[in-house]
């Protein structure tokens, strides 16, 4: 069962996120989302557009900064990289500050 639920994921991963790769085919967040909750639940929901689970679940982590997939006792977190991890802590910004410190 292990074996078949890492090539499920794989498969996900590779469908769902390569997207993510470059900066220009990043999705456009709208800024309505305030709270880091809302920007994590926002790319959730983006990630899983058109894929049908078949009965695994997919939430934000705990900190924010991936998907936990779960189904049964089988549970992995997707992490996010830099750019959408920019993105959860501080919301939009100008091109080539997500990722920096606002202090």
């Known amino acids: 069962m292990a074996n078949g639920m890492e090539m499920f994921l794989a498969s996900k991963k590779s469908a769902v996120f390569s997207q993510y790769r ?5 999705p456009v967040f ?13 790319i959730r929901q983006y990630a899983i557009r058109d894929v049908e689970l078949h009965g695994w679940q997919v939430r934000p982590t705990q900190d924010f900064y991936g998907l936990a997939v779960e189904h049964g006792d ?3 977190s997707l992490m996010f990289g830099k750019q ?20």
Not at 22 to 26: A, D, H
Not at 30 to 42: F, H, I
Request: hydrophobic share 25%.
């Open 22 to 26: 470059r900066p220009e085919e990043t």
């Open 74 to 76: 089988y549970q992995v």
């Open 84 to 103: 959408l991890t920019g993105y959860v802590e501080h919301g939009a910004q100008l091109e080539g500050t997500a990722g920096r410190s606002h202090r």
């Open 30 to 42: 709208v800024s309505q989302y305030k709270s880091a909750v809302q920007r994590a639940d926002r």
